[in-house]
């Protein structure tokens, strides 16, 4: 994956060879079903988990303690009279979140330290460093509380933040201590805090919480698997393709990606897509971009090696095509954002009926281009399959155009009546999923798992 965003200025290349394209009439999205009310028991039950308050006793290991800094508490906008509580909830989440932004670190570092003064056993799921992890931790309990308001947009996002936070290792039970913390931290954060604030927020967390501890009591598969690397191959300084055998396959679709351990970074678990259907094998490969002061990612390209067990969480993410559509497909990847898209054709190559598709393929340099030879393999055998590759930075790359991603697919075709599926960084996302809006595709057509975290 490329480091940095594609940008959407540059200049614009031909398009790819297409399959036809047959006009369809739009898929209905199914109706969506309300988020369950929230318990009536509040999250901060008297006596088991008191409330923290702003100072707790003992900030747990390496998490530091905030200097308290009295700040000005403005009056929080009111809520209007339309508004549901759940539009309200997520509202006001919403608002006190921008304020504690401006400390995430310090917010997740006091986060961390009521978290394990209330579950010291929760302490040994975290690596040494705490900030970063209770961050990523932070960012998927407030990202769901901050749509309870939206349950279409809600109920897909659950899955692949439950699926983490088993890998993680959190039990169910642990959902209490984690809203309490959180709601602490907040309460010591946010400049706007105040009871109503705060009923918000518990009523948020219970909204999103609850469905995610009920999914990881039921869930009945283990949480992790292990694997063992039996390949690793250096692209270029930042980039390596590994292979990893699993003790057993791991059952998972095409295009979804998992969350790994490995044994240089332990604790510290990151979303891998695998570029290879799933194979009766069961070996997973892997396409690597070290990121700039990256803590997992440059260790897998420098460090990693054969012989090394990794820990495998469950499979997640919303990339997928249908095998009962006949709807043709564009797929449109940055950097490794191209493995999922590969595994993507390579089971539809097993198909019966595959879907007409087009991929664009998107690098600075030609060596971004990591499944651009197999994509072409396999579009030389199957003529459902059109390919085109672009690249920013190598105007003479003779297997690319030149320009950026955006620009590319735009004018390589009128894309309005496609399922459209894209995968890379946020930046490229952003930029290729406008540039669609912008040309008639319709929002509920486009589906991505960004590459962030
Ligand atoms: C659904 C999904 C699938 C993914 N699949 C792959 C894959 O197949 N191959 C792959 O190489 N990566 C993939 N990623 C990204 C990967 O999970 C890590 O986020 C990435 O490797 C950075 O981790 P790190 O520990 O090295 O960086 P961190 O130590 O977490 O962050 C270091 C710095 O890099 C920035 N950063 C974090 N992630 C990215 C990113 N993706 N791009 C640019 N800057 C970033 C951070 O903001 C921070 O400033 C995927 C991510 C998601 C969400």
Do not use: K
Not at 25 to 35: E, I, M, Q
Not at 245 to 255: E, I, L, M, S, T
Not at 384 to 399: F, M, N, S, T, Y
């Amino acid at each position: 994956m490329s480091a940095e965003p594609l940008s959407p200025d540059g200049p614009a290349g031909p398009g790819p060879t297409s399959p036809g394209r047959a006009g369809r009439a739009p898929r209905r999205l199914a109706p969506v079903r309300a988020v369950p009310p929230p318990p009536t028991t509040p999250i901060v039950r008297s006596g088991r988990h008191a409330a923290p308050d702003d100072t707790p006793g003992e900030p747990a290991n390496e998490a530091p303690a905030p200097a308290p800094t009295p700040r000005p508490r403005p009056t929080p906008a009111p809520t209007t009279h339309a508004e549901t509580a759940e539009q309200h909830a997520a509202r006001r989440v919403r608002q006190t979140w921008t304020e504690v932004e401006p400390h995430a670190d310090e917010h997740a570092d006091w986060f961390a330290a009521l978290l394990f003064s209330l579950a010291p056993e929760v302490r040994a799921l975290f690596p040494a460093r705490v900030t970063e992890p209770a961050r990523r931790l932070l960012r998927s309990l407030v990202l769901p509380m901050s749509t309870v308001d939206r349950p279409g947009e809600l109920r897909p996002m659950l899955e692949p933040l439950v699926h983490e936070h088993r890998a993680l290792g959190l039990r169910a039970e642990q959902y209490e201590v984690l809203g309490v913390a959180l709601i602490g931290a907040m309460r010591r954060f946010a400049r706007s805090w105040d009871d109503a604030t705060e009923h918000a927020w518990v009523r948020a967390f219970s909204l999103a919480a609850g469905p995610m501890e009920q999914a990881v009591r039921a869930a009945a598969a283990p949480a992790v698997a292990e694997g063992t690397v039996v390949g690793h191959r250096r692209l270029s300084w930042d980039l390596a393709v590994l292979h990893v055998a699993p003790d057993a396959p791991v059952p998972h679709r095409a295009g979804q990606y998992l969350t790994v351990e490995i044994p240089q970074r332990p604790r510290m678990w990151r979303p891998l897509s695998p570029a290879t259907a799933p194979r009766p094998d069961g070996l997973l490969e892997f396409h690597v971009r070290a990121v700039e002061g990256g803590w997992v990612s440059r260790a897998m390209v420098a460090h990693a090696a054969p012989g090394d067990r990794w820990r495998l969480g469950p499979p997640a993410g919303r990339l997928g095509l249908d095998p009962r559509s006949t709807r043709e497909v564009l797929m449109v990847a940055g950097g490794t954002g191209g493995a999922p898209v590969l595994a993507l054709c390579e089971d539809m190559a097993r198909w019966a009926r595959p879907r007409p598709c087009t991929v664009f393929v998107g690098g600075r340099v030609p060596e971004d281009l990591t499944v651009l030879d197999r994509l072409q393999e396999l579009a030389e055998q199957h003529p459902w399959l059109g390919v085109a590759a672009v690249c920013e930075d190598d105007p003479l790359d003779e297997r690319s155009q030149p320009g950026t991603l955006p620009d590319a697919v735009v004018r390589g075709g009128d894309w309005s009546r496609h399922d459209v599926l894209l995968s890379g960084s946020p930046g490229m996302i952003r930029a290729t999923a406008s540039a669609l809006l912008v040309d008639g595709v319709s929002l509920d057509r486009i589906t991505y798992d960004p590459f962030t975290d």
